[in-house]
């Protein structure tokens, strides 16, 4: 089963790293996802962009755009690992290793039910 890990953290928080902060959290969560690239289990994963770039579109037609995210919450989706695991505690085994290296951030996990590959990963339907 593929499963979502969605990172979410206080934006305002990760901004206020330094340079040299942010490449020590980026540099452990890559050693975190180096064993499951390995086995065959980890794939694609990224960082969002400031959520103040985010644009959202709503509403019937054409929609209207809308400047960010539309929720307003405490904490912001930043990322995400996509991971293929046998089971639920796998992947909240996977996911409790990334908070290991990134304790403040906070850390969803979400059965994928369709997933269209462009990496090699197989397919999923739901």
């Given amino acids: 089963m593929l499963y979502a890990i969605l990172a979410y953290h206080v934006e305002d928080e990760l901004l206020s790293w330094t340079p040299e902060q942010d490449a020590?959290?980026?540099?452990k969560v890559i050693?975190?996802?180096a064993p499951l690239?390995?086995?065959g289990q980890f794939g694609p994963a990224a960082r969002l962009d400031e959520?103040?770039?985010?644009?959202?579109?709503?509403?019937p037609g054409a929609g209207v755009v809308l400047d960010g995210p539309f929720a307003e919450t405490k904490e912001q989706l930043l990322g995400f690992h996509l991971i293929q695991c046998a089971t639920e505690e796998e992947a909240i085994e996977a996911a409790r290793k990334l908070r290991a290296v990134n304790p403040t951030a906070v850390y969803e996990i979400r059965p994928v039910k369709l997933y269209v590959p462009a990496?090699?990963?197989?397919?999923?339907s739901g």
């Fill in 31 to 33: 050693e975190v996802q």
């Fill in 37 to 39: 690239r390995a086995s």
């Fill in 51 to 59: 959520t103040r770039k985010a644009r959202t579109l709503r509403g």
């Fill in 119 to 124: 990496d090699g990963f197989g397919a999923t």
């Fill in 24 to 27: 020590a959290v980026v540099a």
